[in-house]
């Protein structure tokens, strides 16, 4: 159950995404020459995933949260920043669990092989799968200018939304992206723990063994 909720405005919400850093290449901010803004009201079918899959636990979940914070009066995919939110912790009696951040999806301008430059969804493809099954539209971060040297780690998929499966769990040897670098994939994520502490979650490792990292 949710005990408390913080709205983080605009400028706050950009201000902290724009401290975000490689994992790799010397952990350069990936947007420090960048330009973000937070764009309203986006269709979910203009955005491309790079990811092959979404958990159904997972946006089961962000469903609930987002009747719950509609029986508030807050709608998630349409806030004028994002938030933070406190749980009960049934385990500590009076206790929570928190701050968990819910911000909007990160989205770049993306340079593919075939020349064009998409909005390529880089955190967040839970939050835009659960709009796109509601018929919503969601506000996201969209970044502009994102140094050509340092492209996000994995391709849009080919196929688009056609090629994401809805999984239970993730079996092994399921090749989650198409990686950009083979040998240091991981190279060029974008660490946005580091400035939201828990917007990334860890998944199981499912590539093949000349992937896993």
Request: aromatic fraction near 12%.
């Amino acid at each position: 159950m949710i005990t408390r909720y913080e709205i983080i405005d605009e400028g706050e919400v950009l201000a902290r995404f724009a401290k975000t850093r490689l994992r790799g290449h010397g952990q350069p901010l990936i947007y420090g020459q960048a330009r973000l803004e937070l764009v309203r009201g986006v269709d979910p079918e203009t955005l491309f995933p790079a990811q092959r899959y979404v958990l159904r636990e997972d946006y089961e979940q962000l469903q609930a949260l987002y009747d719950a914070f509609q029986a508030r009066g807050v709608d998630i995919f349409d806030m004028p920043g994002g938030l933070f939110f406190w749980m009960d912790n049934p385990e500590t009696p009076g206790g929570e669990d928190g701050p968990i951040p819910l911000m909007p999806p990160v989205v770049e301008m993306s340079r593919e092989p075939d020349g064009r430059v998409i909005p390529l969804i880089n955190d967040g493809m839970h939050r835009v799968y659960v709009a796109k099954r509601l018929g919503r539209r969601i506000n996201i971060v969209l970044a502009h200018n994102v140094p050509t040297d340092f492209p996000y780690y994995a391709y849009a998929l080919e196929r688009g939304w056609a090629e994401v499966a809805e999984l239970d769990e993730l079996p092994d040897g399921f090749v989650k992206k198409t990686y950009r670098d083979l040998d240091q994939y991981k190279a060029l994520f974008r660490d946005f723990n580091a400035v939201f502490e828990g917007i990334q979650k860890q998944r199981k490792r499912t590539n093949q063994a000349s992937l896993r990292a």
